[in-house]
Nanobody, 124 residues
Framework: VQLQASGGGLVQAGGSLRLSCTAPGHTLSQYKVAWFRQAPGKEREFVAAVSWAGVTTQYAGSVKGRFTISRDNAKNTVALQMDSLKLEDTAVYYC??????????????????WGQGTLVTVSS
């Protein structure tokens, strides 16, 4: 499945951004979807994941309580609401889809489809 991520931009620390992930021509509800991020010079890391129907979510400790992942299967979209942004949240954010029937995972290798990434820059 081909994914498209959007919504990145420049925001001051403490501000908010909302990222969106879509899959034109595909039924995103058939996949578990996650957001990962990669900061300059660092490895790609897990941010959040949501189950097929959006009932179950999973977050990295660094974003828990600040970020919210959700999905609207009728609109074929997964969103990542990012509040109380910090300088260390600066990264390229990627959405990814896992088509396996197993439970949710934060393991990067479990996600077979990836979007192109959207840059989030948090300034002081």
């Amino acid at each position: 499945v081909q994914l498209q991520a959007s919504g990145g931009g420049l925001v001051q620390a403490g501000g908010s951004l909302r990222l969106s992930c879509t899959a034109p021509g595909h039924t995103l509800s058939q996949y578990k979807v996650a957001w990962f991020r990669q900061a300059p010079g660092k490895e790609r890391e897990f941010v959040a994941a949501v189950s097929w129907a959006g009932v179950t979510t999973q977050y990295a400790g660094s974003v828990k309580g600040r970020f919210t992942i959700s999905r609207d299967n009728a609109k074929n979209t997964v969103a990542l609401q990012m509040d109380s942004l910090k300088l260390e949240d600066t990264a390229v954010y990627y959405c990814a889809a896992d088509g396996r029937q197993e439970g949710m995972t934060s393991r990067l290798v479990s996600y077979g489809s990836w979007g192109q990434g959207t840059l989030v820059t948090v300034s002081s």
